[in-house]
C-alpha cells in the first residue's frame, strides 16, 4: 500500500504562515504529480493546489493564490505547501495527494492519499 505522510500541521494564529511537508515513495513520486486538498468540518474536500511530475506547472484553487506555494525535494521525495497569511477560513484537515495532472483537482481522480495533518488558525 503506497503511503503519503504529512506533517507539518499545528494551531497557528491569522496572519501566521506554515509549512507543510509530504513524503512519498520514490517511485509513487516521479509517476505523478502531486497535490495538496483540504477538508474543513463539515464540509466536502476540496482541492488546493498542486505541482505537476516534470514541476514546471502549478496550480491552484483561487482562494489560496498569492498565499500558497507548492515546491518539491527531488531527492528525498517531498512536496512541500507554504501557507502565508493563513485566515481562520483556511482551518481544516490537509491531505496530500497524487495523481495523473489531468485529475490532480479531482477527488476522485486521485490515485493515492495521505491521511491528513490538521491545521487549525484561530486567534
Known amino acids: 500500500q503506497v503511503q503519503l505522510v504529512e506533517s507539518g500541521g499545528g494551531w497557528v494564529q491569522p496572519g501566521d504562515s506554515l509549512k507543510l511537508s509530504c513524503t512519498a515513495p520514490?517511485?509513487?513520486?516521479?509517476?505523478?504529480?502531486m497535490g495538496w486538498f483540504r477538508q474543513a468540518p463539515g464540509k466536502e474536500r476540496e482541492f488546493v493546489g498542486a505541482?505537476?511530475?516534470?514541476?514546471?506547472?502549478?496550480y491552484f484553487k483561487e482562494s489560496v493564490k498569492g498565499r500558497f506555494t507548492i515546491s518539491t525535494d527531488n531527492v528525498k521525495n517531498i512536496v512541500f505547501l507554504q501557507m502565508k497569511n493563513l485566515q481562520p477560513e483556511d482551518t481544516a484537515v490537509y491531505y496530500c495527494?497524487?495523481?495523473?495532472?489531468?485529475?490532480?483537482?479531482?477527488?476522485?481522480?486521485?490515485?493515492?492519499w495521505g491521511k491528513g495533518t490538521l491545521v487549525t488558525v484561530s486567534s
Open positions: 495527494s497524487a495523481g495523473p495532472w489531468e485529475t490532480i483537482e479531482r477527488v476522485d481522480g486521485i490515485t493515492y
Open positions: 520514490a517511485r509513487t513520486f516521479n509517476t505523478n504529480s
Open positions: 505541482i505537476s511530475r516534470s514541476g514546471t506547472l502549478t
